[in-house]
Every structure is written in structure tokens, then in C-alpha cells.
């Protein structure tokens, strides 16, 4: 390994913790060692913030890197792996931070680790601004166990902000290499249903979100559930929509939160499925988002990444992209046809 | 560095209606865990007995929002929560048994909960060093939001704020300023003296000791430190000066100590003394080596106990004052000749400022000369100028070594009294600098003579002679002649280096030096 340091400006494109996480995630898988500067410029608290750096020192751990400006509010980070560690151990998250994004920055390097892991992450399972469970769950590791990993996990306590205190497990059983694929059809719906979890508050909300949903889905009843026996340090609150279909699971959420209606709530998930249903897409903006990494590491590795059809993608989406470029030196192509948007990252397909 | 925080489990803020609540409640010890660019390692909890399970309760809730964080509850129950002297004294013993170390540990004291009185205890436990950290206060969020709220970090060192600090150099230049009488010194060792007497000045009551030849300016500079720490509000008594060498007999005892009615012959009055008047003030006693024995004593125990005996009375007086003592003596060698006592001297000199004489800053004679003339003018009403080319021809007579400046600021003082006062319509000619050159210069002659020849004289030719061997010979021959054999004065001489040799031949050492000027131990002391 050369000393040599790629160096990543954080604050461009959307320029938040989305850069470092990537950036960490994909210095690990490739062994590369990444300085990042300017990390969270322009945010209102620059900088590394707790749940940044509990990530930061997640990936310490599995690359037995070394590390410079390790430290809350520092802008400047050096990162040089030395190896891919499987491992066992307990990840937990402060200030109801979210453990999912955790589990971004280290998972990438976890399914082509030369040994099985089995990691617990506890904090938040459920929070705006990061992907919930239910979405890695449902939609997320099938598709990463199509490209040969195995990936399973279980949700012991949901953790909502701000009390935190959630726990999930994840096992992987890794590959030496990730194989792409092609999903550019949703196929037929196999079956939907909307679901408002509902800890240590009143029933009533998740009643009122399921109301509200109905109200503009039109799905039979049985579609909607409420489950207020939700097991949780603190209060909290999520509505969710999957849709399941013959090539893809989609997990739409809204959070209930201080000062939002329980029918916002709903209809902010419901305003997302039915913007993706319109799409005839099988691929979500978020799943989007989350699908670039694992298929940019099968094209680092194999030249043949893959290529998907989803919604005209996200700001979020854009920088992603152009990190990929930067640091795996792939190509990747959009071409963006009305309300669809084809994805190819890698060389094309046959 | 890990950082600790310190707080106290609030009685009422810590607590919330029911427990299903309590995260929508805003708890500062708990929130201050939740930020997320506020990392606390470990929290140093106390809290009342009757708290305990509350305690336990915010822990664990601390734990849950901040796995990072170690929390360490101490019980630690008060009577009286408001009592200032119970909380102090609870808190400060907690703080004293706390190992500290700042080496590795940052430390946070949150102020945020607790009584008024507590976190005012702590405050000052903060300031003094107790707690070696800064504060933290935090702040619950706006009306209708949830979360953590907000939170301050005050450092109590004020020398960090940009603002503060700038202000304080202000502060502290003219305060410099005030002591050198606003002139605009320019030698540098002159001023970082000042620099230290103002810092010492500033922030001690202990004595200081000003030593200086004589015309220095210790009186000068006694009264300016008074009048600065005056400004200051430091002092509220009076500055009382005397010149210990005009204190003789009975009349020195009385005159500092005060008497009683009919204590000795003559005192029909009751007098309190120069150290009473100087209670809450400033006492300057100059020329403090030709204080006597007895005095010196009775000195000693009025600045130890800030309490004394006047003359002839049974009953003990109080006066706290700030004592500054002159001398142009070198009061050690009078410590050694049994005039002056030991116990006081180390008392007085814990701080002692050497004040140069102006012939060793003669730098500074320029903007002195001004001062003079500025003094002069506002004194009598009639302003007086010197032309620049009078201005050059004194200063370049003042500057070199042709001027002694023996009696230092009071010849200067004189020259330019004699010379503003000649001034015919208030213009000092180049002809009147002249002439008070050729003053100056007879006053000093004889005395050149004399300072220079004083221990050399008759010994050795001093104009063969180079300043650094006579200066060094000078002393050699004082001590010589204080000693009573060769070998008590070599040891004396090379009292440190002596101790290297394996045999020190001191007496070998001192005949071969004095050889070299062709002198001999029995010629010095026949």
C-alpha cells in the first residue's frame, strides 16, 4: 500500500456525514488510505459530530486503521486501513444517533471480508435523515444477498429519537467478490400494506395515520395495521408503506415527530409510494441512494457493476456518483428519460 | 484528552411529572449527554439520599442517550441546600478528595442544576482552582420543541476572550503609564521592572522592597503603586511616608508606634503612631536600614500579626497596611554586620525591585528632561521651552559618561530648576546649558574621585587599570580587609569553587591574584 492519500473534499455536492460515511466504507474495501477536509463545511455545527465519530471508530476497528483528527468539530480526517477484520462486537450510537449509519460505513467491507461477522448496533433503528430498519430489512440486504453475500438480521428494541436505546443484529456470511445485476423491472405487485408502530404513546396516533393513509391509497383494509405494543426506551412513532413486488420490496416511511400531525405523518409516506408507484420504477430515491455503493464495489471488482431503473435521483444520489468516480475510478452512466432514470454503473451489461 | 463534567442532580429540573413523560421533559443532566458535538466520557453525578432512586433513574436514561458516557454517581446529602457555608464546605471537600488530572482529563462543572447557592459554590470552586474546569450551562429548548436544548461553555479565564484580553492590555499599559508618571521610558530594563512591579502591585499585599541609589525615584514609585492600587480599590487607607533615617531614640518607638498618655516624660497626649494612620493603607518607611534594633522588632511582629504595642500601653493595637520599604543600603551585608535583622529582612524582600540610577539609563533622560520642564512650568505658572538645539547640546552632555548623575533624578531635577529658573522669557539658550554643564560637572568632580579611589586608593595606579580588574579588585580588597587571616578570606572568595577541589589552597589562590597587581596580604592589612 502506498502512502499515498486521496484526498476528498467533504463539502462538496450535498456535503454532509453522506461523504465521510461512503468515503470510509470505500477506503476499506479497497484498502486505500482517503484524507477528507472541509467535513460538514457550512453546516451549522461543522465538523465530526458524535455519531460521525462513532462511525469513524467503527471502521478503525474493522480496517485496524490508522487514524488522524478523530475528535468532535475536527474537519480533517486521515484514514489509512491495513486490513478487512471480521468481526463480533457491540456498535452503540449516542443522542439517538442512528445505528443504520453505522452499519453503512462498515457493512461494504463486512460482505467481502474473508470471515463471517455478527455485529449488534445499538442507538437509533428509527430516525429521519437515515435509513430505518424496516428498509434495510425488507428491502435492502435481499438485494444485497442476490449479489452472493448473506446478510440476515433481527430487531430487538426499536430506538426513536431522542430517548435512543435500540438494539438490531446483523450476520454476515461474506463472498470474495460482489456480483451485479440488472433490475429495471418492478414486475407485478405481490402485495402492500401500511403499518404505524407506536411506542409508549397512544394508540390513537397510529389510528388516526392509518385513517389518513386510507383515505388517499384506497387499499382494501386488511392492508393497515396498528402495532402499539412497540417495545422502546422512549416515546416514538413511525408510519410505514411496503410494497412488495415480484423483483423488489420498497419501504416507504414518515416520522412522527413533536409538532407534526399524525395525518402528515402518514401522508408524507404515502406522497412517497405514490410518487414511486406513478414512476413504474422498482427502484426508490432512497434504495437508489443505497444500491450505488454495493454495485460500484462489484464494477471496482469485476468491471461489471450493473444497472437499474429508479426516479430521477436525489441531490444525495448526484454526490454519491461522483464520489464512486473519484475513488473507485468506475464509469457510471444516467440517463434520465422523463420520470425514470437508467443507472448503469460499470461497464454495460451484454 | 477525555472530558469529565461534574453536576448536580436536580431536585426539581432532573425530575418530571410521571415517568412516561420524562422525554418530552427537559432534563439538563440528561440533555447535556445528548448533543451531538458535546461529548461527556464520564459525569460525576451527585446527588441527595433522598434522591437515590431518581439518581439511578437519570443514569440509566444517560446511558441509554449516551452509551459513550460513564456515569458515576457520589451521594453527598445537605441539611440545607441554601446554607453557603454547608454547601461550600460539602462541595469543597468533595473537590479536594476528587483526583484530578489535567494532564489527561478535561473538566466540565455544570451549573445548570442545583440550588442558586450550590451553583454559586461552584462557581467558585471553578474560579479558584478547586475544580480545574470551565462551566456548562445549559439551556432547554424553545416552547413546543423537543430535544436537548441548548448549552454554553464559559471559560472563566479571561485572558481567552479576544475582547476582554484587549481590554485588560489597555488597562495594564495605562497602568504602566501611571507608574513612570505617564513618561515615555525607553530603557528596557527599566520597563519590564515596571512591568513586574505593576503585575506584583496589582495582585499581591505582600511587602515589597525597592533598593536604589539614592534620587532614584523610590519614593516616587512607593506613592504611585498606592495611588494605582487606590484606583484600583484595593486600598482605602492612607499612604503614610517616613524616612526611617530622621526616626532617633524614644521618639523613633513613638513616632511609628504611637504611645500612651504619660508613657515617658513629655507625652501629655495620647499618639497613635505612623502605623496606625497607615491601617487600610499604604506605609512607606524609606531608608528602612537606619531603622534600630528595637524598632526593626517591633516592625517584625506589626507586619507578621498586623498587631502591635503602642508605647506604654497594655493593650494590643490592629493596623493592616501595605508595607513598601526604600533602601540604598545593601541590607544583606548589614544583616551580616548585626544591624539589621535577619527575620525582617527575609519578611520585606519577597519582592525587592532594584531601581537604576539614571546614569545607567540615560536612554530615558530625554523624555525625563521633558517631564522636568512639563513639572516645572505647571508648578510656577510660567511655561519654559528649550530650543532643540539646546535640547541637543544638554542631552549630549547627559548621555555620555562625562555626566555622573550621582544624586540621579534630584540632579536632573535641580539642573532643570537652575536652568528653567534663569530662562529669561521662558526660552532655556544653548549659552544657559553651558553653563549648567559647567555646574554639573564641578559638582560631580570630587566625587568621581572619591567613589572610584574609595578602596583602591594608595594600592595600585587606577588609571593603568581596566574597569573589569578594578571593579573585581575592589571587592576582593573589601574583603581582605574584613578578614582577619588570608585563609578565612580566600574561603570567603572562592566560597563555590573551593568545593570542586580535592585540596583548596584558598590562601595560594588570593596571594597569586594579588600579585598579579603587585599587592601583598600584609600590605593590604597593615
Redesign the interface.
Known amino acids: 500500500m502506498t502512502d499515498q492519500l486521496h484526498t476528498i473534499d467533504g463539502s462538496q455536492g450535498e456535503g454532509g456525514g453522506q461523504i465521510l460515511r461512503s468515503s470510509l466504507a470505500l477506503a476499506l474495501v479497497t484498502g486505500r488510505a482517503v484524507r477528507l477536509e472541509n467535513i460538514r463545511a457550512g453546516r451549522e455545527k461543522p465538523g465530526l459530530m458524535r455519531q460521525h465519530l462513532t462511525a469513524v471508530r467503527a471502521a478503525v476497528e474493522i480496517g485496524a486503521a490508522e487514524v488522524e483528527g478523530d475528535e468532535i468539530g475536527s474537519q480533517t480526517l486521515s484514514f489509512r486501513p491495513t486490513a478487512i477484520r471480521p468481526c463480533q462486537r457491540t456498535f452503540s450510537v449516542g443522542t439517538a444517533g442512528s445505528a443504520t449509519l453505522v452499519l453503512q460505513t462498515i457493512l461494504p467491507a463486512l460482505l467481502i471480508a474473508d470471515g463471517p461477522s455478527e455485529i449488534v448496533l445499538e442507538g437509533g433503528t428509527h430516525n429521519p435523515w437515515a435509513p430505518p430498519y424496516d428498509f434495510l430489512a425488507q428491502s435492502f440486504f435481499p438485494l444485497i444477498n442476490r449479489m452472493g453475500p448473506r446478510v440476515s438480521a433481527g430487531l430487538e428494541r426499536h430506538g426513536f429519537y431522542p430517548a435512543g436505546g435500540g438494539r438490531f443484529s446483523v450476520a454476515i456470511e461474506p463472498t470474495p467478490q460482489l456480483v451485479g445485476f440488472e433490475l429495471l423491472e418492478r414486475g407485478e405487485i405481490l402485495h402492500r400494506s401500511a403499518t404505524a408502530l407506536v411506542a409508549n404513546l397512544s394508540s390513537r396516533i397510529g389510528r388516526r395515520e392509518i385513517e389518513a393513509a386510507a383515505e388517499k391509497l384506497s387499499w382494501p383494509d386488511s392492508a393497515f395495521h396498528v402495532d402499539a405494543s412497540i417495545e422502546s426506551a422512549g416515546p416514538g412513532n413511525v408510519f410505514l408503506i411496503e410494497i412488495h413486488s415480484e423483483h423488489v420490496r420498497e419501504v416507504f416511511t414518515g416520522f412522527g415527530r413533536l409538532g407534526a400531525t399524525a395525518e402528515r405523518v402518514a401522508n408524507e409516506a404515502v406522497k412517497e409510494a405514490r410518487s414511486y408507484l406513478a414512476a413504474g420504477v422498482p427502484v426508490g430515491p432512497y434504495l437508489a441512494d443505497q444500491l450505488l455503493l454495493p454495485l460500484g464495489i462489484a464494477a471496482w471488482q469485476t468491471g461489471q457493476g450493473g444497472s437499474f431503473a429508479t426516479q430521477p435521483l436525489t441531490r444525495h444520489s448526484q454526490t454519491h456518483i461522483d464520489l464512486l468516480r473519484s475513488i473507485l475510478e468506475i464509469p457510471i452512466s444516467v440517463e434520465r428519460e422523463g420520470n425514470c432514470c437508467l443507472v448503469t454503473v460499470g461497464k454495460e451489461m451484454r | 484528552m477525555k472530558q469529565v463534567a461534574f453536576g448536580l442532580l436536580g431536585s426539581r429540573l432532573d425530575q418530571s411529572i410521571d415517568d412516561?413523560n420524562r422525554?418530552?421533559t427537559w432534563r439538563p443532566s440528561v440533555a447535556i449527554?445528548?448533543?451531538?458535538?458535546?461529548?461527556i466520557d464520564q459525569f460525576e453525578l451527585i446527588y441527595d439520599a433522598a434522591m437515590a432512586r431518581l439518581a439511578n433513574g437519570v443514569a440509566d436514561?444517560i446511558r441509554?442517550?449516551?452509551?459513550?458516557?460513564e456515569v458515576r454517581l457520589h451521594e453527598l446529602t445537605f441539611q440545607d441546600p441554601w446554607d453557603f457555608e454547608e454547601v461550600y464546605g460539602g462541595l469543597h471537600a468533595f473537590a479536594s478528595a476528587y483526583a484530578f488530572r489535567p494532564e489527561s482529563e478535561r473538566y466540565l462543572v455544570n451549573i445548570t442544576t442545583g440550588t442558586h447557592v450550590q451553583q454559586i459554590c461552584l462557581f467558585l470552586l471553578a474560579e479558584s482552582g478547586h475544580i480545574p474546569g470551565r462551566l456548562l450551562q445549559a439551556s432547554p429548548p424553545r416552547r413546543?420543541?423537543?430535544?436537548?436544548g441548548t448549552y454554553r461553555i464559559i471559560d472563566l479565564d479571561l485572558s481567552r476572550y479576544d475582547q476582554l484580553a484587549a481590554r485588560f492590555a489597555l488597562e495594564q499599559q495605562e497602568s504602566l503609564s501611571f507608574l513612570k508618571s505617564g513618561i515615555q521610558t525607553r530603557n528596557a530594563a527599566f520597563n519590564s521592572l515596571i512591568e513586574q512591579i505593576e503585575r506584583v502591585a496589582i495582585n499581591s499585599r505582600a511587602p515589597l522592597l525597592i533598593t536604589g541609589p539614592t534620587g532614584a525615584g523610590k519614593s516616587q514609585l512607593a506613592r504611585r503603586v498606592f495611588e494605582l492600587k487606590q484606583q484600583r480599590r484595593q486600598l482605602a487607607g492612607r499612604f503614610v511616608e517616613v524616612n526611617c533615617a530622621t526616626l532617633r531614640g524614644d521618639q523613633a518607638m513613638s513616632a511609628l508606634f504611637g504611645h500612651e498618655k504619660g508613657a515617658y516624660t513629655g507625652a501629655t497626649t495620647k499618639r497613635d503612631g505612623l502605623l496606625r494612620a497607615a491601617d487600610g493603607g499604604m506605609l512607606f518607611l524609606d531608608e528602612i536600614g537606619e531603622l534600630g534594633l528595637d524598632e526593626q522588632a517591633m516592625l517584625l511582629r506589626a507586619i507578621e500579626e498586623k498587631r502591635f504595642f503602642a508605647v506604654g500601653a497594655d493593650r494590643e493595637v490592629a493596623s493592616d497596611f501595605q508595607l513598601i520599604a526604600g533602601t540604598n543600603r545593601d541590607l544583606q551585608r548589614a544583616v551580616d554586620e548585626g544591624r539589621f535583622r535577619e527575620d525582617l529582612l527575609a519578611r520585606i524582600n519577597l519582592w525587592t525591585f532594584c531601581l537604576p540610577g539614571l546614569a545607567e539609563r540615560r536612554e530615558d533622560i530625554a523624555p525625563n528632561l521633558e517631564y522636568e520642564l512639563t513639572q516645572f512650568s505647571a508648578k510656577t505658572g510660567q511655561v519654559v521651552r528649550m530650543n532643540k538645539e539646546a535640547t541637543q547640546r544638554f542631552l549630549q552632555f547627559a548621555e555620555t559618561e562625562a555626566a555622573a548623575w550621582r544624586a540621579n533624578f534630584r540632579d536632573l531635577n535641580a539642573a532643570v530648576t537652575r536652568m528653567a529658573t534663569l530662562a529669561a522669557g521662558g526660552r532655556i539658550s544653548i549659552d544657559l546649558v553651558e553653563e549648567e554643564i559647567k555646574r554639573l560637572q564641578t559638582q560631580w568632580r570630587p566625587c568621581v574621585v572619591n567613589q572610584r579611589g574609595r578602596s583602591l586608593h594608595g594600592l595600585v595606579d587606577e588609571s593603568q587599570l581596566d574597569n573589569f580588574d578594578r571593579v573585581q579588585l575592589e571587592e576582593v580588597v573589601r574583603v581582605c580587609r574584613q578578614c582577619k587571616t588570608i585563609s578565612d578570606a580566600g574561603r570567603k572568595l572562592f566560597a563555590v569553587s573551593r568545593t570542586l577541589k580535592a585540596k583548596p589552597n584558598d590562601a595560594d589562590r588570593l596571594r597569586k591574584y594579588l600579585a598579579r597587581f603587585d599587592l601583598t596580604w600584609e600590605a593590604l592589612n597593615s
Open positions: 412516561a422525554w418530552q449527554c445528548q448533543h451531538e458535538d458535546l461529548l436514561d441509554s442517550v449516551s452509551p459513550e458516557t413546543q420543541q423537543e430535544g436537548q
